[in-house]
């Protein structure tokens, strides 16, 4: 009865790439899965598909996410992203009985998330509670060739038992977002007759999502098997059901299509997805999973971080790089990435900050193409950012601090806390203003690592432009004839409310001159567009000079002899007293302390005067990197997912190798070990980047060199890694750096990509 694809299955098992490639779980326990669904989540940029079990238990979040899929929420009137139903469900009917997930809890049930192919792997064994034993085998992945498909393939195998088997493939007719919010409606459940089922929903806004599903098994055809396809009304399912007669100790394999579609990719999504999943149904497995893993392979070629001598970084690292990899999109620039990425519900599928300061680095360096379309998106944003700040009364362009599809403000204005019975208003959305210039940090760092002049030319030098504009406008110049930057927030959200907060007022400073000088470069080398650029902002040469003059005379603290640089004005006048003089030992403080209580000391949520030294390295000797560190370190209690990483990039790079291997270690197994006990709400994507960065940043010292315009150098690693290799591109070249330690040394090798292929082209040595 096994035919080759049987086989193929099996062999994809024995297969899978060795432990640091993969991320394995053994056994079941029911209370853990909606944590550990995030972790297993499929993805393609398009698509996200959490690692929930093929039939689906009481206390699983099953979800699939479309990137870009946004609905209103009536109370907070903000965009949510949607939850999409479960598009892997199966159930498993054995003489009649359908099996629930409960009582019926999988035994033997092991799951492997197989980094290096894409792909999510997973066996058990399933009792009817009368004693016979069905053992299943499933493959799931979501297509790079194609962002709309997902394939599943599945075996099935009674143990001890021959009978009637049947299996139902559904596409559940409704699905709902956390506290029972549903933004969909089924408008359509029907057969597609003798292939499948379509499902189509609207949202609030009236978007339409398809969803074709089609299945076909792979017996021989001498077996009888029955084949119906069924859907309804209301928020019935669609489901598609093979029975036949089933032979103990023979194997029966089906291979499933889905395909999903929203009316903003297609004008008739029910019509592609129908057409993609016929299509793709007939491509034998070892070609879908064949394609795949040539696509990943093509992935991992820039992307990957080889660390020899120590298996826990390089497996934790390559975990996050794929949680990456699955986020992005580089076809599609009219959306970034969430918070959470499209593996849960945290922050509604919000964009902050976390993907131009945290992850974009790593997309710049290793994937340019997705970094354009995430840098793009802030450019097909960029009117809902000057729709903020002239609603705000400022000039230019202010990012939302939480963005959606249109690049308006979507900060929820309160979030209630159910324990309490309470509504904390939020004020992230108009106080955290340094969003701004975050954005604009990452249009240069994207022109100066790829020399993508045509993006420049066409959005790049307007966000900086409008951006300069804003901050000028948010400004008020003092009797000391600086200027300053009041009532607001910086990184640090424990206080709120401040004056001159040094983060922000550095960045804006730097924002202003950068675009002044793009502005100047663009002139001298595409004066036509520069002309039109400034004609398009109505910005005339007054205003320019006006920036340059205000750039100049922002303030930013200078007192030698104060004991680092201050956060924010007044802030040396708070309590002094470090996290461990306040007696905190498990947590954050935050947890143990109001909020206007915490706002008088000096604890920090995460890093804020310290990220300056992350992102200008250049700053370490002119600003006083170490005892800047020895100040706030002690006083940073890590209330925020974003903190460990720049600590550990920040030790790394003062060599106190000791804390930066403990700060790493907790960057590295947040979500694993599920540090802030909330990886159910979907992975940190601001940590996934900000663990390549303390590796590559911190200890390989990679370092993008705007002064010389160079890539620069300079390692440290801790004693036992033996080698740190990865690559980074710069102007169109691919540097694969090398750095070998005991004693330390590094080779620089670089290529250019050329149709595709690549060539050598030279390589250096210290
Ligand atoms: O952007 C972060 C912020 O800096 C800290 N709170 C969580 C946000 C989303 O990750």
Redesign the pocket.
């Known amino acids: 009865m096994e035919t080759e694809m049987t086989s193929g299955l099996k062999e994809l098992f024995s297969s899978a790439p060795e432990t640091t490639w993969r991320i394995d779980q053994e056994g079941f326990d029911p209370y853990q899965e909606h944590d550990i669904e995030s972790l297993f989540t499929i993805g393609n940029g398009y698509l996200g598909v959490r690692g929930s079990s093929e039939p689906l238990g009481r206390f699983s979040r099953p979800a699939m996410f479309v990137a870009g899929l946004f609905s209103p929420e009536p109370r907070l009137q903000m965009p949510q992203l949607v939850v999409c139903p479960f598009p892997f469900s199966v159930k498993l009917c054995i003489d009649g009985h359908c099996l629930d997930p409960e009582p019926h809890v999988p035994e033997e049930h092991r799951r492997i998330l197989d980094l290096k192919r894409g792909m999510m792997l997973r066996e058990w064994v399933l009792d009817d509670g009368d004693g016979k034993r069905t053992a299943l085998r499933a493959v799931r992945g979501a297509s790079l060739e194609n962002r709309h498909v997902l394939f599943q393939y599945l075996e099935i195998e009674p143990l001890n038992y021959s009978g009637d088997v049947e299996v139902q493939f559904m596409i559940p007719g409704s699905a709902s977002n956390m506290g029972g919010i549903s933004h969909l409606t089924l408008e359509e459940a029907s057969p597609l007759p003798d292939i499948g089922t379509i499902s189509r929903f609207k949202t609030k806004n009236d978007e339409e999502l398809a969803i074709a599903s089609i299945s076909q098994p792979w017996f021989s055809d001498e077996l009888e098997v029955s084949h119906t396809s069924e859907g309804g009304d209301e928020s019935s399912d669609a489901t598609e059901s093979w029975r036949w007669h089933s032979k103990q100790g023979e194997t029966y394999g089906f291979t499933r299509i889905v395909s999903v579609s929203t009316e903003r990719m297609n004008d008739s999504p029910r019509d592609q997805v129908i057409l993609d999943s016929q299509e793709w149904l007939s491509k034998p497995m070892a070609d879908v999973i064949g394609g795949q893993i040539d696509s990943w392979e093509l992935l991992w070629r820039d992307s990957d971080v080889k660390i020899k001598g120590d298996d826990f970084y390089q497996q934790a690292l390559r975990f996050y790089l794929y949680h990456m990899l699955i986020s992005a999109n580089p076809d599609d620039p009219e959306v970034s990435i969430g ?1 959470r990425t499209l593996s849960g519900e945290g ?1 509604n599928g919000h964009v ?3 993907t131009e300061t945290f992850m974009f680095p790593f997309f710049v360096a290793t994937q340019p193409e997705m970094a354009r379309a995430l840098i793009k998106y802030r450019h097909l944003t960029l009117d809902g950012a000057r729709r903020k700040a002239k609603d705000l009364g400022f000039e230019g362009a202010y990012y939302p601090w939480e963005s959606a599809l249109t690049g308006d403000e979507v900060t929820p204005k309160e979030v209630y806390v159910e324990d309490e019975d309470r509504a904390i208003p939020i004020h992230t959305g108009f106080l955290q203003t340094h969003i701004t210039a975050d954005v604009a940090l990452a249009v240069r760092r994207y022109w100066h690592a790829t020399g993508d002049d045509t993006f420049m030319r066409e959005g790049g030098l307007e966000i900086l432009l409008e951006t300069a504009r804003f901050w000028k406008s948010r400004s008020v110049e003092g009797p000391d004839e600086c200027f300053h930057i009041e009532d607001l927030q910086g ?1 640090d ?1 424990y206080h709120i409310y401040v004056n001159d907060n040094a983060y922000t007022n550095y960045m804006a400073s730097w924002n202003v001159l950068r675009a002044l000088e793009t502005l100047e470069w663009m002139r001298e080398n595409y004066p036509t567009d520069a002309e039109t650029i400034l004609a398009g902002c109505e910005m005339d040469q007054s205003e320019i000079e006006g920036l340059q003059d205000y750039a100049t005379r922002i303030y930013f603290p200078d007192d030698p002899d104060a004991p680092a640089i201050e956060q924010f004005r007044g802030f040396f006048e708070l309590d002094s007293r470090t996290v461990a003089e306040h007696g905190r030992k498990d947590g954050p403080l935050s947890q143990a302390m109001e909020p206007d209580l915490l706002q008088k000391t000096q604890i920090l949520k ?1 890093p804020d005067i310290l990220l300056l030294f992350q992102l200008f390295p250049e700053l370490a000797c002119k600003k006083g990197f170490r005892k800047n560190f020895e100040y706030y370190e002690p006083r940073c209690d890590h209330g ?3 903190s460990y990483p720049t600590h550990a990039l920040l030790a790394a790079r003062l060599g106190k190798f000791d804390m930066a291997l403990d700060y790493l270690g907790l960057t590295a197994r947040l979500d694993l070990d599920d540090v802030m006990g909330n990886a159910a709400l979907g992975i ?1 994507a ?1 940590t996934a980047g900000g663990l390549w960065q303390a590796i590559v940043f911190g200890f390989g010292g990679l370092r993008y060199d705007e002064e010389s315009d160079s890539v620069l150098v300079d390692p440290r690693l801790p004693d036992h890694w033996e080698s740190l290799e990865f690559c980074a591109f710069d102007h169109g070249e691919i540097f694969e750096i090398t750095i070998t330690n005991n004693p330390v040394s590094w080779e620089i090798r670089t290529r250019v990509s050329e149709n595709g292929k690549t060539k050598q082209i030279r390589s250096s040595s210290p």
């Open positions: 918070a922050y902050f900050w976390d990184p959200e995460q925020s997912s974003l940190h601001a």
